[in-house]
């Protein structure tokens, strides 16, 4: 069964933190996404990798980075968490090419930064 | 850039049928792609159209019009486990073939 996990469900931090979020895929993906969804906007890419140690900024980049140093792994950091950032993370993965209209889903990370 | 528009909101009852619509503007659309997230839940794909017409996949089916820029999902017999939202998400040629721009999403609400 194809399976994506986050390292966390629900996650509270202080403003000026650094934040590491962590996303593991057991599918052999080279395609890994990570999203923030808030309501009434649906999901917006914040970074995108295609290989390892290969990322493409998404539509909302700022205050985030990303690092991915194995294929099945790729992590998200807020550099200095700020109030704004309270929102839900979702990472996805999927195949490259032809199967990428399929992404695969972890079950996301509540992030609350007070 | 991509644009995606599809209504906040739709109610049904138990049985009933529904479409929720999707309207898109791409640079180079390539697909579209239907997901489901119910509450809590992580989006879980449910369809693709890449050529026009309609696809079926049991009781949920999803139809593609590239020249009218347009495509819908139709839930059929609807249940109350459909309440859920639903996305629509382009594949295009401005953002590379292998990401997804995601729709604001469609809230079903199926009643009793």
């Known amino acids: 069964d194809v399976k994506v996990t986050q390292s966390s469900r629900y996650l509270v931090k202080r403003t000026g933190e650094k934040v590491f979020l962590e996303c593991v895929q057991d599918m052999d993906h080279e395609n890994m996404f990570w999203y923030r969804q808030d309501p009434g906007l649906g999901l917006r890419l914040i970074y995108f990798?295609?290989?390892?140690?290969?990322?493409e900024k998404g539509d909302i980049p700022e205050g985030y980075s990303v690092s991915r140093e194995k294929k099945e792994r790729f992590s998200l950091i807020l550099e200095s968490a700020s109030t704004n950032q309270t929102s839900m993370y979702l990472c996805a993965s999927s195949y490259p090419s032809g199967q990428a209209y399929e992404q695969y889903f972890g079950p996301g990370t509540r992030l609350t930064v007070t | 850039g991509q644009s995606l528009e599809q209504p906040s909101e739709v109610t049904a009852v138990e049985g009933a049928i529904v479409q929720i619509n999707c309207t898109y503007q791409?640079?180079?659309?390539?697909?579209l792609s239907w997901y489901q997230q119910h509450d809590g839940g992580a989006p879980t794909f449910l369809s693709y159209?890449?050529?026009?017409g309609l696809e079926e996949t049991g009781r949920f089916s999803s139809f593609l019009s590239r020249s009218d820029s347009y495509g819908y999902l139709l839930l059929q017999e609807l249940q109350m486990k459909d309440s859920a939202s639903y996305f629509c998400a382009v594949r295009d040629r401005g953002t590379g073939f292998q990401k997804l721009v995601f729709g604001t999403g469609t809230r079903l609400l199926v009643s009793p």
């Open positions: 791409t640079s180079g659309f390539y697909g």
């Open positions: 159209n890449a050529l026009d």
């Open positions: 990798s295609y290989d390892v140690k290969m990322k």
